[in-house]
């Protein structure tokens, strides 16, 4: 069982920025791929952007590219998403999840945990 508590969310203005954090407890961290998931009000839950276990290997949605950064920080049990010129349309509950298994950047992201969300709103 891992436990996943988020960080870091607010209210900002667009154009802004904001860094999310997500601490992992309960098991070991390294052997866990990690991402990022958003969900805006009546809309479906979307994958942001993820990581595998070192790092080398990220992805992100279009929709974030060269905007979002996500990271991890294995020695604090921690990934983190660096989120830059910040728009309305990112505004959503945005989720951390964790994967016991990762295919590769590019396949989906078969998500074992979840978190509880932290709350990004953006203001224009």
């Known amino acids: 069982q891992v436990q996943l508590v988020e960080s870091g969310g607010g209210l900002v203005q667009a154009g802004g920025s904001l860094r999310l954090s997500c601490a992992a407890s309960?098991?070991?961290?390294?052997?866990?791929?990690m991402a990022w998931f958003r969900q805006a009000p009546g809309e479906e839950r979307e994958l942001v952007a993820n990581?595998?276990?070192?790092?080398?290997?990220?992805y992100y949605a279009d929709s974030v590219k060269g905007r979002f950064t996500i990271s991890r920080d294995n020695t604090r049990n921690t990934v983190y998403l660096q989120m830059d010129s910040l728009k309305p349309e990112d505004t959503a509950l945005y989720y951390c999840?964790?994967?016991?298994?990762?295919?590769?950047?590019?396949?989906?992201?078969?998500?074992?945990?979840w978190g509880q969300g932290t709350r990004v709103s953006i203001s224009s």
């Open positions: 990581i595998n276990w070192s790092g080398g290997n990220t």
């Open positions: 999840a964790a994967a016991r298994e990762y295919y590769g950047p590019s396949y989906p992201f078969r998500v074992d945990f």
């Open positions: 309960g098991h070991t961290f390294l052997g866990y791929a």
